[in-house]
């Protein structure tokens, strides 16, 4: 059973910076195609960023040019590095993996952009 545990999430003032990361232990992590999505209260979970095996990214438009996502096989982690953050970023994030037989989720973690 592949296991995803979030970490770096936390209180931020807008227009600051937070890196979440995201630790897999999955054998073959590095053929996983890994995202990262998040969830707000009272809405639907949306996909924010995704890297394929092969380091290709794609990004939710809301948070284009402002977050990225990275993965460092050799840690089998993976990062997203948020930058300039609204007050509508503010959600619990989570970290999938997809082996293509089966999807995994981590428990998710709290960012929450306020002043």
């Known amino acids: 059973q592949v296991q995803l545990v979030e970490s770096g999430g936390g209180l931020v003032q807008p227009g600051g910076s937070l890196r979440l990361s995201c630790t897999a232990s999955?054998?073959?992590?590095?053929?996983?195609?890994m995202a990262w999505y998040r969830q707000a209260p009272g809405k639907q979970r949306e996909l924010v960023a995704k890297?394929?095996?092969?380091?290709?990214?794609m990004y939710a438009d809301s948070v284009k040019g402002r977050f990225t996502i990275s993965r460092d096989n050799a840690k089998n982690t993976l990062y997203l590095q948020m930058s300039s953050l609204k007050p509508e970023d503010t959600a619990v994030y989570y970290c999938?993996?997809?082996?293509?037989?089966?999807?995994?989720w981590g428990q998710g973690t709290q960012v929450t952009v306020s002043s």
């Open positions: 999938n993996g997809d082996s293509m037989l089966n999807q995994y």
């Open positions: 999955a054998r073959l992590f590095s053929l996983y195609s």
């Open positions: 890297i394929s095996s092969g380091g290709t990214t």
